[in-house]
């Protein structure tokens, strides 16, 4: 896994994915991820990538420590 720096879109739903979320599903403005009885807003970022400093929050929203990110 990377480490927490900035990322695509598209590389932040493949990670996900490796920790057992489902999706990206369609829903209002944004898409959103799910694992078990945890739903997680996808930012729609256009031309950039997430920061590292939102990365950040995503990764504690999905309930996954630095480590573990940095682990998988």
């Known amino acids: 896994m990377p480490p927490v720096k900035p990322l ?3 590389d ?6 490796q920790f ?3 999706g990206p599903y369609s829903g209002g ?4 991820m799910i694992k078990k009885n ?3 807003t996808i ?6 990538d997430i920061g590292k400093e939102f ?7 999905a309930k996954i420590s630095i ?4 682990k998988l």
């Open 8 to 10: 695509k879109r598209s």
């Open 12 to 17: 932040l739903i493949y990670y996900l994915k």
């Open 20 to 22: 057992g979320f489902t």
């Open 29 to 32: 403005k944004h898409q959103f």
């Open 38 to 40: 945890l739903s997680l």
């Open 43 to 48: 930012p729609n970022v256009h031309q950039s």
């Open 55 to 61: 990365l950040k929050r995503i990764l504690q929203q």
């Open 67 to 70: 480590e573990e990110w940095e």
